[in-house]
């Protein structure tokens, strides 16, 4: 809930202060200037959309378009992310790209999240993850320099940071064995937790345990469960594993990233079962977004992608755990 009374004294002024605005605007142009060394277009995709996120996890901001003299309207959603919109531009010819936007995720709120954040997207056609985060390494050196003393990231998988911190292996772990050492290790345990589902028991250990015991300074996590590929390839051999990962730095989740899956069946069927799980789940089904079907099945060039929390960097390089304190108005002031 908002911290601030909208009717208090101070509700006017920004949470950031003059300095820290002129650090964003640093960064903002060193990403900027990145990125046009590299040859990577900036673009600028629409923040309304006929297509909402089916991922359970996430709710969208909806509105109605009226036209003149239309009574009825057109359902629209603010997007999560730019992805949908930027790979249309991917399967249009753009080549490598990047934006700087403002995407709004309903429900989210707290020390590092708003309703309303900005994530800084790109895509690299022809870029394998391992490629893709060796230039998140170099971004991060040169955008933070004299801010944080960035060093280039350590690498690991999903399944050795499993294996290693809880002794689970989270290819072959029942929801039984989690909901054991959760009881063991954990102050608590929600009390709807599945016990025919495992994915949402390994979210609860990677929050609740994982990350609270991360050491290294900046670390990479990639090859995912298949069942939680989202919108990334799975790699088929020795062992099924979707081509995504994860960048921890200090402790705080700044980036996830995708080799990107370009098969427009696949992705049918992928969003099709996350409105089945929301279903299930008590949640409204959302509008898939057939344009980016579309653009897919057009052909989307092999690339790799990857969104990284621009508000949660500017925390990081001013020293900062409030969101509240890196933007000019958070929800508390608006």
């Not at 999240?113 to 022809?126: D, I, Q, S, T």
């Not at 989270?170 to 290790?185: D, K, L, S, V």
């Not at 670390?219 to 020795?238: E, G, H, K, N, T």
Request: charged share 25%; hydrophobic share 40%.
């Amino acid at each position: 809930m908002p911290r601030i009374d909208p009717a208090g004294a101070s509700h006017w002024r920004p949470g950031a202060d003059l300095d820290t605005l002129k650090l964003r605007a640093t960064l903002l142009a060193r990403v900027r200037a990145f990125f046009a060394d590299r040859g990577v277009l900036e673009v600028d995709t629409a923040a309304l959309a006929r297509g909402a996120t089916t991922d359970p996890a996430l709710a969208s901001f909806a509105t109605v378009y009226q036209a003149p003299g239309d009574t009825r309207g057109v359902p629209l959603y603010l997007h999560s992310s730019p992805e949908f919109g930027m790979k249309r531009l991917l399967a249009a010819g753009s080549g490598p790209i990047y934006q700087l936007s403002h995407v709004f995720r309903n429900g989210e709120s707290g020390r590092r999240h708003n309703p309303e954040f900005m994530l800084l997207e790109w895509y690299r056609p022809g870029f394998t993850p391992a490629a893709l985060m060796d230039e998140i390494d170099a971004l991060l050196s040169q955008i933070l320099q004299a801010y944080v003393d960035y060093q280039k990231a350590e690498r690991t998988t999903y399944q050795h940071w499993f294996l290693t911190e809880t002794g689970l292996d989270p290819w072959t772990a029942t929801p039984a064995a989690c909901r054991a050492f959760a009881g063991e290790h954990l102050a608590s345990v929600p009390d709807n937790m599945p016990d025919d589902r495992l994915d949402p028991w390994l979210d609860l250990l990677l929050t609740h345990w994982l990350e609270p015991r991360l050491k290294a300074p900046a670390l990479f996590v990639q090859d995912y469960p298949p069942s939680q590929a989202s919108l990334a390839r799975i790699r088929p051999q020795p062992l099924p594993v979707a081509e995504r990962f994860e960048l921890y730095l200090h402790g705080m989740e700044l980036a996830n990233g995708f080799h990107e899956l370009a098969d427009s069946n696949e992705q049918r069927r992928r969003f099709e079962q996350d409105n089945e799980t929301r279903q299930r789940s008590g949640l409204a089904r959302m509008p898939i977004d057939d344009a980016l079907l579309a653009a897919l099945k057009h052909g989307l060039p092999d690339c790799s992608g990857v969104a990284l929390g621009f508000d949660r960097l500017v925390m990081l390089a001013a020293g900062e755990s409030d969101f509240d304190k890196v933007v000019p108005f958070s929800l508390e002031r608006v």
